[in-house]
């Protein structure tokens, strides 16, 4: 879904739309995050160098637990300040430090912003490196591959003593 700038006014442009998030989002490797509808709300408006968005959205996420694999949801209300520019970008910028400003800054082809692309950035950052399905989660089995939130496995009590570490065990 696009938002053209020829739609935005001296005024601005209030925004509120449902938009359906289609395909799912690529983290890195094979996983995946899956995000139903998305309520995106905020206001457009035109500045010198393009135009600022200030917004939230508000959607749910399914993601994979990082210990148990095990799908669950994720509710996430983010909050985003974009600046929208048609300026190219610098030629040396991988080499240079940037500025807090230039973190929120994102390039656009001057006619149109995608709110998809906006979308999957905002909900991928928003995503934590390691989800959980919840903080006691206590994940699979190293041995047998249970989930040990459903039952214990009986591989703890096979568990083999570590013949590397006997005067460590003494200490104990």
């Known amino acids: 879904m696009f938002i053209e700038t020829k739609e935005i006014g001296p005024e601005g442009l209030v925004i509120e739309r449902d938009i359906e998030v289609g395909d799912s989002i690529q983290l890195a490797g094979e ?16 500045e010198e160098d393009g135009f600022s968005f200030r917004g939230n959205i508000e959607t ?6 990082s210990r148990c694999l095990e799908p669950y949801t994720l509710p996430l209300a983010l909050h985003f300040d974009l ?14 430090r940037m ?9 656009f082809d001057g006619r149109r912003i ?6 999957e950035e905002q909900i991928y950052l928003a995503v934590p490196l390691k989800p959980l399905c919840r903080p ?8 047998c591959g249970a989930n040990l939130n459903e039952s ?17 065990k003494k200490l104990l």
């Open 83 to 96: 600046l929208y520019t048609a300026r190219p970008e610098p030629a040396d910028r991988r080499q240079s």
């Open 31 to 46: 996983e995946t995050i899956q995000a139903g509808a998305a309520h995106v709300s905020g206001e457009l408006l035109r």
């Open 114 to 119: 995608d709110l998809n692309q906006l979308l």
């Open 99 to 107: 500025d807090e400003d230039e973190v929120t800054l994102t390039h």
């Open 152 to 168: 214990a496995c009986g591989c703890t009590q096979e568990r083999d003593e570590d013949s590397r570490f006997p005067d460590l």
């Open 136 to 143: 006691e989660c206590r994940g699979l089995c190293p041995r």
């Open 60 to 65: 749910v996420a399914t993601l994979s637990c």
